[in-house]
């Protein structure tokens, strides 16, 4: 067998991305569009020289195959790793402050991040709710399609230069300067790590029964890779998790005009679940 030289690329046909199309979007719910198809062959690249095969197809072949369960997921999470950051879509935030203001302060606040990435939307969320509710009970519920970005969440570990992105009280607070070996980046302190629960969830299968009922549903910047039947499909399982009255937030980007009719807008991107009668 030839090996794969490093700067050496193979041709994607249009047949091969046709089966990566149809591919994620079974396991994954994603619609990829044709605009994606240099996405898909520079990040699946790396799985080519790794395996040292000369086509995509010799690459289809085995994610395709039922005994190669492992191999699917790194697929999977190549695919669908996204750029996030802290405090992404600020007035979100704002909301959120105004909404933890306004709560019933008898109850637990149970939020969950559904499509957590690398975890700095949760610890935006996370900084925010300490900071409203102190000392009252709290929690938050993370979850991701992707292992990689679960497990880069839950190192709750970051590159010095992402913390400009954090408001300056909130730094001083909630994070932690790396020393010595950790130089050059810095870690979320242990007080809020208490409170988050990750999970690795694939949004478009079957939810856990067991997750209960949340007062706030985070799922930004999801929504654009689903088609209009995959959107319709996760928001209905959602708010099957929302309380009564409970939030549904969406990214800036995405809309779910015609999607359901048991929400109702409260403001450009943020929904609330309708009182439903049985």
Known sequence: MHSLADTETIPLTD????EFQRLIYDLAGIH???????LISGRLMKRLRHYALRSFSAYLAIVTDSANVEERQTMVNLLTTNETYFFREPKHFD?????????????RFRLWSAACSSGQEVYSL???????IGNAPW??????????MLTKAVSASYDIEQAEQIPEAYLKRFCLRGIRGAAGSFCIQ??????????????VETLPEDFGKFDVIF??????????????????SLLNFLKPEGNLVIGHAESLLG???????????????KNETV
């Open 32 to 38: 990829m569009t044709d605009a994606k198809k240099a």
């Open 126 to 132: 996370a900084m925010v709710i300490a900071d409203e």
């Open 95 to 107: 909301w959120l402050r105004e909404r933890l203001r306004k709560r019933s302060r008898a109850e």
């Open 219 to 236: 799922l930004r910047n999801v929504m654009i890779y689903f088609d209009r039947d995959t959107r319709r499909r996760v928001t209905e």
């Open 139 to 148: 929690e938050i519920y993370a979850s991701d399609i992707s292992e990689k």
């Open 15 to 18: 047949r091969e991305f046709a």
């Open 259 to 273: 999607i359901t009719d048991r929400l109702q807008a409260v403001r450009p991107t943020i929904y609330m679940k």
């Open 190 to 203: 242990p007080e809020l790590l208490q409170h988050i629960h990750f999970y690795r969830i694939n949004l």
